[in-house]
């Protein structure tokens, strides 16, 4: 039950954002909006307010705003008057067809801004490495695990979000790294020639619990945040690192867990979840879990920080999702990654599991993705739409009825095969 409610939460927001970004500009430029709805017909429930029908329908996988002079599949329907949307310039239609996206990508920023005013930017309050990423720029210029970055350039660090940042600013040209080795302090220089490239370090985290998800095997065997896993099944563990490893090497397994807690010895046997990691190729790794996350420390930023990283966090979410499309389309990711409402409701679930911050991140992950979608040129989505109207603004008059209706037939048969696709996919890894 949580996890339906969740589902119906998160996908009702980001479309209703959608959907209101339409409504507003179409407002805004003069074009009467008939129908507001979220969901597809047939109707479940509306109440007319003014000349705007506003309701609910049966089929959950989207919305739509039907404008005044628009059928119901997007065709004209002129009647020549001044609040039709026909009627208005091709700026002002563009316009109206580009909010629904934008405002998916407005609330994303918005909310991976708040997120991270509000409850602080994670970070971790150490500058000891504690990984170094096999072939990376850091082990090349010869950081090792163990090491103690004590400045970047000659400007002091105090903690890892300081590094990241320092390393960030100083690209495309030699940095200059400041590091306690065995007492001893050293210099290394390292080059990071373009802003997707990576350090290449991590830093050592001790094995101290964070959270615990909701009925999870840690939260059964008494496990609670705060407390020091020391040990599993009797190898001891360091670092938070070594202790993952561990976990997930075991799925489906009987472990045996050691921690601490305000000096006290504790121990459980517990069985981990089995998970499934999918690789680009398609195929699936299981690892074991047991509903832990560590703990880190949150750092309070200000207003324009927040702002800097709510963007930050957009186009990284942005960048990610167009790298797998492209993997997709040149064969280097399988299809079979793909996942559609049934992995989005296991998705939206296991945030809810984690707590309110977690699943407001989902959430913002997913507006992007709506909004990337839907500019697809594919006829039907919003992509589509602009790709005619740009068009119509090269040739200097409207695309004729014809194309359009062939188009349209294309596209709809393209959504719906994709959406059996994803749904084949979405059973086939709930049942496995």
């Not at 563990?237 to 561990?246: G, L």
């Not at 999702?321 to 064969?331: A, D, E, H, P, W």
């Amino acid at each position: 039950m949580t996890t339906i409610v969740v589902t119906v939460f998160v996908i009702g927001l980001i479309i209703f954002v959608h959907e209101l970004g339409h409504f507003l500009v179409a407002k805004k430029v003069g074009v009467k909006v008939e129908r507001f709805s979220l969901g597809f017909p047939p109707k479940m429930i509306g109440k007319r307010i003014g000349e705007t029908e506003y309701c609910v329908s049966w089929i959950p996988f989207g919305g739509y705003v039907k404008l005044a002079g628009q059928s119901d599949i997007g065709e004209p329907e002129l009647q020549g008057e001044p609040w039709e949307f026909p009627s208005k310039s091709l700026p002002a239609r563009m316009g109206i067809i580009a909010a629904g996206p934008g405002m998916n990508f407005l609330s994303a920023f918005l909310l991976f801004s708040a997120i991270v005013l509000f409850e602080g930017l994670a970070t971790y309050n150490t500058t000891r490495v504690g990984e170094v990423q096999e072939g990376s720029p850091a082990q090349s210029a010869g950081i090792r695990v163990g090491d103690r970055i004590i400045s970047v350039d000659g400007k002091q660090v105090k903690d890892w979000d300081e590094i990241l940042r320092r390393t960030h600013v100083e690209r495309g040209r030699p940095i200059r790294i400041e590091l306690e080795r065995n007492g001893e302090v050293q210099q290394v220089n390292l080059m990071l020639d373009s802003d997707t490239e990576v350090l290449g370090i991590a830093p050592y985290i001790e094995p101290r619990v964070g959270s615990v998800a909701r009925n999870s095997p840690a939260e059964r065997a008494g496990i609670r945040k705060g407390d020091l896993i020391i040990a599993v099944n009797g190898q001891k563990v360091q670092q938070w690192a070594d202790m993952a490893r561990k976990v997930h090497s075991l799925p489906g397994e009987t472990i045996t867990l050691e921690w601490e807690r305000g000096g006290e010895h504790l121990t459980a046997t517990l069985t981990t979840d089995i998970r499934e990691d999918f690789s680009k190729s398609g195929g699936t790794a299981r690892y074991g879990v047991i509903g832990i996350s560590l703990a880190y420390d949150k750092k309070k930023v200000g207003p324009l920080r927040a702002v800097q990283i709510g963007a930050w966090q957009t186009a990284m979410v942005t960048y990610m999702i167009l790298s797998f499309v492209k993997g997709l389309i040149t064969g280097e990711v399988s299809p079979r990654l793909l996942g559609g409402p049934v992995m989005i409701a296991q998705l939206a679930g296991e945030s809810a599991r984690w707590g309110v911050e977690r699943l407001l991140n989902f959430t913002a992950f997913l507006s992007v993705n709506l909004g990337l979608v839907n500019l697809f040129p594919i006829h039907i989505l919003d992509g589509g739409l602009l790709l005619f109207l740009a068009i119509e603004a090269i040739i200097r008059r409207p695309i004729p009825r014809r194309l359009r209706m062939v188009s349209l037939r294309i596209g709809l048969a393209l959504i719906i095969i994709l959406m059996l696709y994803v749904t084949i996919n979405d059973i086939t890894r709930w049942i496995r």
